[in-house]
């Protein structure tokens, strides 16, 4: 198993860990500090040697900070997490906020004003502290840099930074060599008018040089910094315990393998007199402070790798859509025998244990081993899928009952490509609110999957069209309709998303999920998510512009017991059926007898 079980939050010791923090900020002279879930690269997916807002707190989701303050503590999370934080932290401790009615800055603004508040600048981006220390002079007060993290001084078992061997990821799969994509990136820092960039991003660094790592769970990320110049070797800082020879031996062949504990005396000897582009929304704050005080020049310049990785190229295209036929496969299995369990026999745990067994299954009979799950599983019944971000324990652990709904958003990582679908079923006779939300959830879905737009529009443009049929009846989701994926990297990728947040413009070959939902908390949760592909759609008779749409790339049925068809228009209808139909011309095929008649029942037309 890719995924353990093991309850991951404990705050029973929360109350006096934040008591030795204190203590350690009074010696200081601060008053209060600032506790992000991040690392040095400012990615989502970290090690654990990283993961103090757990440690610290209890809480064990992707996102959130905290701040602990002399006499309070306070935690943010945003809409996915709202549920799920106050069972994961000692509320007589830290309160909970919601960090889309009060943010960050909001929150020191209010609580922190005239407080000197510390932070540690490998933790937070430039753009961070600039608008953290605006807001604290506006106060009266001060945002203070520290050079040691004063929560590792009282983190006595801190685990070791991560060693996961690091493997190459072949031209086949990644559709152009690292050499071309070197080139790229000078190009863009020649562009800028940089003499070098720094990159911080994982992804980032992992898709530049066709390399593939083990240092973060479920994401095939290897830890590291690059610093590139607009001409001549970039210099790669990684452990070496990390590379065999052959890997050794191939990055060698495009840049220069440094130790990471010269990478900050390298930088600042590199940018000494010259102009260094930084990704202001990436880059750690720290880079910034070295570059500046070797006497070079911070030039802002959007990390040059990101915009040409979340445009995939038709290699990663092609080997994105033999991963989701993939997975497809595995999901029809799954979901066919989960179909034929008793109502109450089966929890959890199992379903999801069973649906990464089915996923080995069709890696290997393809030829293409299942390299690891591309997120812990999220396996909902009841009032457990109402929980946007659940993820299932031996404590929580819960058996899929007759009469509820039962919501499991899972994720594969394939040498060839990233997947990401979540799907609801019921287990029994569906209640009649049931079917209407999730009609109305599948509504949604259909119109982002029906969406032409022109060039230029961004993901918030359309993000509407999944909300609107919920708003009209008075409801929606605390979340993002849709992120960007990775090609065998990340499952949550940017810059492109669909959501009231998502400002990258959507172009061709840019992959994003595709996932309203619907969450009615102590009952059940509803969400229905396929992955698309940005596409040039054809053209439209007597219209003026070139049109983009979406090509989905999911092929798993979706549950025609919790449809009202009443709700449904003739071109939804018509979607829906044409989809089913692609589904079953797809995949029965290459299913056995059992599993082929299921999806035959399963794809009817609706």
């Known amino acids: 198993m890719f995924q353990n079980f093991d309850n991951p939050g404990d705050f029973s010791e929360s109350a006096a860990r934040i008591d030795a923090l204190r203590r350690v900020l009074k010696e200081a002279g601060v008053d209060g500090f600032i506790v992000p879930r991040a690392d040095e690269h400012q990615g989502e997916y970290i090690p654990p040697s990283a993961a103090r807002l757990e440690w610290l707190t209890g809480f064990s989701g992707s996102a959130g900070v905290a701040v602990v303050l002399a006499d309070r503590a306070a ?327 007759a009469g509820e709904l039962f919501l499991i958003d899972s994720g594969a990582q394939y040498l060839d490509g990233t997947t990401d679908i979540t799907r609801t079923v019921p287990i029994g006779e569906p209640e009649p609110l049931a079917k209407t939300r999730f009609t109305q959830v599948l509504k949604g879905m259909i119109g982002i999957s029906l969406a032409r737009f022109p060039k230029g529009t961004r993901g918030v443009d359309i993000d509407v069209l999944a909300r609107i049929a919920l708003w009209k009846a008075g409801c929606d989701y605390a979340h993002g309709t849709g992120h960007g994926v990775g090609a065998f990297l990340a499952v949550h990728e940017g810059p492109q998303s669909i959501s009231r947040r998502g400002m990258a413009v959507l172009q061709p070959g840019m992959i994003v999920s595709n996932e309203p939902g619907y969450y009615k908390e102590g009952a059940f949760g509803i969400r229905i998510e396929n992955l698309v592909v940005v596409t040039t759609a054809e053209a439209i008779a007597g219209g003026d512009l070139p049109m983009h749409g979406f090509e989905t790339l999911t092929l798993a049925p979706i549950d025609r017991r919790l449809i009202d068809r009443t709700l449904l228009t003739e071109e939804e209808l018509g979607w829906l059926n044409a989809y089913h139909a692609r589904v079953r011309e797809t995949l029965a095929g290459e299913l056995a007898a059992e599993d082929a008649t299921w999806l035959e029942a399963a794809t009817r037309p609706v």
Request: aromatic letters at 6%; hydrophobic letters at 45%.
């Open 75 to 401: 935690i943010l999370v945003d809409g996915r997490y709202t549920l799920q934080v106050r069972d994961q932290i000692d509320t007589a401790v830290v309160t909970p906020f919601f960090s889309i009615e009060t943010p960050l800055p909001a929150y020191l603004e209010s609580e922190a004003a005239g407080l000197r508040i510390a932070y540690d600048p490998w933790l937070h981006t430039m753009s961070e502290v600039e608008s953290l220390g605006r807001v604290m002079a506006a106060t009266g007060g001060a945002l203070v840099a520290l050079d040691e993290n004063p929560v590792d001084r009282i983190w006595t078992d801190r685990p070791a930074p991560p060693k996961g061997r690091a493997f190459l990821h072949g031209d086949n799969l990644a559709g152009k060599s690292a050499a071309a994509k070197i080139g790229e990136v000078q190009a863009a820092i020649a562009a800028a008018k940089a003499d070098l960039t720094v990159l911080t991003d994982p992804s980032s660094i992992a898709w530049t040089f066709n390399i593939r790592g083990a240092d973060v769970a479920h994401t095939p990320l290897m830890l590291a910094f690059a610093i590139v110049p607009a001409s001549g070797r970039p210099r790669l800082y990684v452990d070496p315990d990390k590379l065999d020879d052959g890997v050794s031996g191939q990055l060698a062949s495009l840049a220069e393998i440094r130790p990471p504990e010269a990478f900050e005396s390298d930088l600042g000897e590199h940018a000494k007199g010259h102009a260094a582009g930084l990704d202001k929304h990436l880059a750690a704050s720290r880079l910034a402070t070295i570059v500046e005080a070797a006497g070079g020049r911070v030039v802002e310049l959007t990390d040059p790798a990101r915009l040409p990785r979340a445009i995939k190229n038709d290699g990663e295209l092609s080997g994105s859509r033999a991963a989701h036929r993939r997975d497809g496969l595995a999901m029809v299995r799954f979901l066919a025998w989960l179909d034929r369990q008793v109502p109450g026999s089966l929890d959890e745990i199992a379903a999801a244990e069973r649906l990464e067994a089915f996923r080995a299954e069709a890696g290997e009979a393809a030829g293409v081993s299942l390299a690891d799950i591309s997120f812990d599983t999220i396996s909902g019944a009841g009032p457990n899928g109402a929980i946007v971000h659940y993820r299932v324990n031996r404590e929580t652990n819960r058996r899929l009952g």
